[in-house]
C-alpha cells in the first residue's frame, strides 16, 4: 500500500532521505499545475515549485505530526506564488513570452479559437489580484473545498468566500459570454 | 415575480450562499424559466475555466535541481545572478543607466551594453559590462575606471538566483557564557571582471544579520567589497556589491554571529574497586539549535565570561532595518574582535600542550590556548552537526587518577547524616594538571562489590579547574559511614559576680560525645566540623581537632574497617565578662 503524504513527511522529518524524492514526485503534476495557473510561465513556475521545496525541505523540522501535508505544501507554495505575483507586478517587463499549447488532434481553425480562448481565459485569471487568484486556483481548478482554502491561505472562510466572489465577478466581465464555442 | 440577480445566481452556482439562501433559489429556480436559463448562461461562460483545467508536470531536471538543492548542508544560502537571458529587461533598465552615465568611453555608450547586475552567476556571465557588451556589439573592452563608475542597483528579485558551491570550511566557536557562536566560513567564488552581486539569505537561522562580514583571502588587493546592502521588502537577505579586477575564482570567508550552538562538558568516573583511584572518561556534548547545518565543522569552546550588549538571538530574530552591518575581524588567525568591550589579544594566544595523549583514534584531542582571561578548547579534527542535533565528542581519558575519599559530617547543614566526598586534583601527580578543566557534570560509578559489574554512586558538577586546582565532588548521603553526636552532661561554672553581687560572668560547659561507625571493608577519612554556638570557646579532648573559623572546630579521624571509634570532648563557652578575658 502507497504511505500517506503524512507518513512520507514524517518520515523526512525524522531523518529518512528517501522519503523526499517520493513526496516531491508525487505532486510534480499537481503542485506544478497550481503554480502555473497561478503565474502563467512555466519557468517562473518551475522556479516556484523549486522554492517550494527547498521552503519544505527546510523547514522539515517543524512539521507537526498529523498534519494534513497537502495543506501545508500548498500554504507554503501559495505564500511563495503571491509573492511572486506581486513583485512581478511591480516589474511586468521581466514576464517572458510563453508559446501557447494547443490541443494538436483539431483542425487548423479549431486549434486557432481554442488558443484564442485560452489566451482571453489567461488574461482574464491574470487581472484578478493574487489572493484571488488563489482562491479561485484553489477551489475550482485543485478541488479543494472551500474550508481547505482558509485553512491553505491562512485566513477564514468568510473572507475566501468574499475573495471568490470577487474574483467570480470580475471573471464574468472578462470571460467570453456564452462560453465554449 | 420577483427574479434573483446574476450576483447572486454566480454565487448560487459557486456554492457561495449560506444553506438558507440557496433554499430560496432552488425552491425558485423550481418555478422561474427565466432564472434558469440566467444560471445556465453563468454556468456555460464559467466553463471557459476548463481550458486551463490541464495537468502539467514539472520537468525531471528541476526535480533533479531541487534534490541536489537540499542536500546541500547549509540553509544559508550564498547566492549569485543567473546567467541573464531571461532578464533582458532588467539589463536594458542598467543599460539606460549606463547611458546617461557621465564620462564613460564611447564605444560603452554605443555598445547596448550591459551593466546589470542580472547579468550572470558570479564569476561565470556577470560583471558589469566585459563581456557580454563586447560580444553583442565587437566593442572595446572597458576599462577598470569605467566598469568601476557604473556600480549597479540592488536586483529586485531574489527569484532568479543560483546557489552558490558549497562552503569549504567553516569554524564554530563557541562561547557558552553567552548564547554566541562565532561562525567562519571560507567558500572559493568564481568572480569576472567588473561589479558583482553577492547574496546571503539567513531565514530560519538565528544568525545576526548586522554581524556580517566578508572579504577576501586570495587577490584581495584585486578584489573590493563596497557594500552589504539589506533590500526592502525582502527580508532575512543581504546583498553584497564587490568589485573584482580580474576573471577568476578567488576564496573568501564569511564570518557572522549566530546563537542556538551551546556545549556542556561531562565527565564519567569509574573507581577502581579499592577506590583509591578512578578512571576518567569526558566528553563534549554540542547542541546545534542554530537553524544552520555545519558540516565538518572545525569546533572551538571557550570558557570565560563575555560582555555583550544584545543577546545574539534578539538580534537574530529583528526584522530590518538591520542597523550597521559589519564586524571588525583583525586577521584569520584566532584573534577575534566583535566588540569593544571583548577583545582578544593574538600575542596572548599561545598554545600551552595538548591536553591529552591517547591511542584510541576516535577520541577527539583538545588543544587549549589562553585568550587573555578565556580559555579556548579546539577538538581536534572536523564534525558534522546538523541543525537540531545534538552530538557528543569523546574528549578525554585519563586512567588511575588518585583520589581521596572523605566523608564528612556537619549536623548544622545535613542533619545527622554523613556525605561522601571524593576530591581530585588537577595535577600531573594526580595524572592530569595539563590544562584547566571546564565546567560539567561528572558521574561517578564504581563496582558492586567482587563482580565486575558497576553501580551508580553518585553525580555532581564541578565549575571550572584550574590546573594545580583541587576540586571535591559531593557523592551524596553514605549509608556504610554514621557519625552519632550525644550530648552528655552541661554544667555552668566560673561565676563572676558586679558590685552589687550579681552574676556577671559564667562558663557553660558540656560533655560530648561522638561515635563513628565505619561499615565498609576499608579505612575511611572522616571531617566531623562541630559548631560552639558562639565565638568564645575552648575545647579539650585526646583527639585531633584544628580550629576552623571562629565558631566552629573540626575532628579528623581515620576509622579502620568495619569498626567504631569513640571522640569525647569538653566544650566550654564563656559569657558575660568571661568573655573580656
Known sequence: MEQSDELLMEAYRDGDQTAFPALLRRYKSGLYGYLMRMVHNSETAEDLFQETFLRVHQKAHTYRTGARFKSWLFTIATRIAIDSIRKNNRSPETQPFEIEQTDPAGTPDEQTAQSELRHRVKAAVETLPPKQRAALVLAYYQGHTYPEVAEIMGCSLGTVKTHMSRALKTLAVKLPQGGLR | ?581
Open chain 2, 1 to 581: 415575480m420577483t427574479h434573483f440577480s446574476t450576483d447572486q445566481l454566480r454565487e448560487y452556482q459557486f456554492n457561495l450562499l449560506p444553506e438558507t439562501e440557496r433554499g430560496k433559489i432552488d425552491a425558485h429556480l423550481q418555478r422561474c424559466a427565466e432564472c434558469r436559463d440566467a444560471l445556465q448562461a453563468i454556468e456555460a461562460q464559467f466553463a471557459a475555466l476548463d481550458v486551463l483545467n490541464e495537468q502539467p508536470e514539472v520537468s525531471e531536471e528541476r526535480i533533479e535541481a531541487v534534490l541536489a538543492e537540499c542536500r546541500q548542508p547549509g540553509r544559508s544560502k550564498l547566492l549569485v545572478w543567473r546567467p541573464a537571458i531571461i532578464l533582458a529587461a532588467a539589463a536594458s533598465i542598467a543599460f539606460a543607466f549606463l547611458l546617461i552615465r557621465p564620462g564613460l568611453p564611447v564605444e560603452d555608450r554605443t555598445a547596448g551594453g550591459p551593466p546589470a547586475p542580472a547579468s550572470g552567476r558570479l564569476g561565470e556571465a556577470n560583471s558589469t559590462s566585459t563581456d557580454s557588451g563586447a560580444r553583442t556589439a565587437g566593442t572595446a573592452v572597458p576599462t577598470l575606471a569605467a566598469l568601476r563608475a557604473s556600480q549597479p542597483f540592488a536586483p529586485a528579485s531574489n527569484i532568479e538566483l543560483n546557489v552558490l558551491p558549497r562552503r569549504d570550511e567553516v569554524q564554530l566557536t563557541i562561547y557558552n557564557a553567552e548564547d554566541l557562536t562565532l561562525v567562519r566560513e571560507t567558500r572559493k567564488m568564481t568572480l569576472k571582471r567588473g561589479w558583482n552581486w553577492l547574496q546571503f539569505m539567513w531565514s530560519n537561522t538565528l544568525i545576526d544579520p548586522t554581524s556580517l562580514d566578508l572579504r577576501p583571502v586570495t587577490h584581495a588587493d584585486q578584489i573590493e567589497i563596497t557594500q552589504l546592502v539589506y533590500p526592502p521588502r525582502l527580508n532575512e537577505l543581504a546583498r553584497w556589491t564587490i568589485f573584482s579586477e580580474f576573471s577568476g575564482e578567488a576564496e573568501f570567508e564569511l564570518t557572522y554571529f549566530t546563537s542556538g550552538l551551546k556545549w556542556n562538558a561531562f565527565y564519567e568516573a569509574t573507581l577502581a574497586p579499592d577506590q583509591q583511584s578512578m578512571k576518567l572518561k569526558s566528553y563534549v556534548r554540542i547542541d546545534n539549535g542554530s537553524g544552520e547545518d555545519y558540516e565538518n565543522a572545525e569546533t572551538r569552546l571557550v570558557v570565560g565570561e563575555i560582555n555583550i550588549d544584545e543577546k545574539i538571538a534578539t538580534l537574530a530574530k529583528r526584522t530590518p532595518p538591520y542597523g550597521t552591518p559589519g564586524i571588525e575581524v583583525l586577521s584569520r588567525s584566532n584573534t577575534v574582535s566583535a566588540n569593544d568591550k571583548w577583545q582578544f589579544n593574538r600575542q596572548e594566544v599561545e598554545i600551552e600542550a595538548r591536553f591529552f595523549n591517547y591511542d584510541a583514534e576516535d577520541i577527539k584531542e583538545i588543544f587549549k590556548k589562553a585568550l587573555s582571561e578565556y580559555q579556548l578548547y579546539t577538538i581536534e579534527g572536523r564534525e558534522t552537526i546538523r541543525d537540531g542535533w545534538g552530538k557528543r565528542l569523546p574528549n578525554i581519558e585519563a586512567q588511575e587518577i588518585g583520589v581521596t575519599n572523605l566523608y564528612k559530617f556537619e549536623a548544622e547543614r545535613w542533619g545527622d547524616q554523613t556525605i561522601r566526598y571524593l576530591s581530585i586534583a588537577n595535577t600531573e601527580t594526580c595524572k592530569l594538571g595539563k590544562a584547566p578543566l571546564p565546567e560539567g557534570q561528572v558521574r561517578v560509578f564504581g563496582h558492586a562489590g567482587e563482580t565486575e559489574s558497576l553501580v551508580y554512586v553518585g553525580a555532581s558538577s564541578i565549575q571550572y579547574i584550574p590546573v594545580g586546582e583541587k576540586v571535591e565532588l559531593e557523592l551524596g548521603v553514605a549509608r556504610k559511614v554514621m557519625v552519632a553526636p550525644k550530648r552528655m552532661r552541661t554544667r555552668t561554672e566560673n561565676f563572676e559576680f558586679d558590685q552589687k553581687g550579681n552574676i556577671s560572668g559564667w562558663d557553660e560547659i558540656t560533655d560530648w560525645k561522638i561515635e563513628i561507625t565505619n561499615a565498609e571493608d576499608r579505612p575511611v577519612d572522616v571531617e566531623i566540623m562541630r559548631w560552639a554556638e558562639s565565638a568564645d570557646w575552648k575545647v579539650e579532648t585526646d583527639a585531633a581537632v584544628t580550629t576552623y573559623d571562629a565558631e566552629h572546630f573540626r575532628f579528623m579521624e581515620t576509622i579502620e574497617p568495619r569498626s567504631k571509634r569513640t571522640i569525647e570532648y569538653e566544650l566550654t563557652v564563656q559569657h558575660g565578662t568571661r568573655r573580656e578575658e
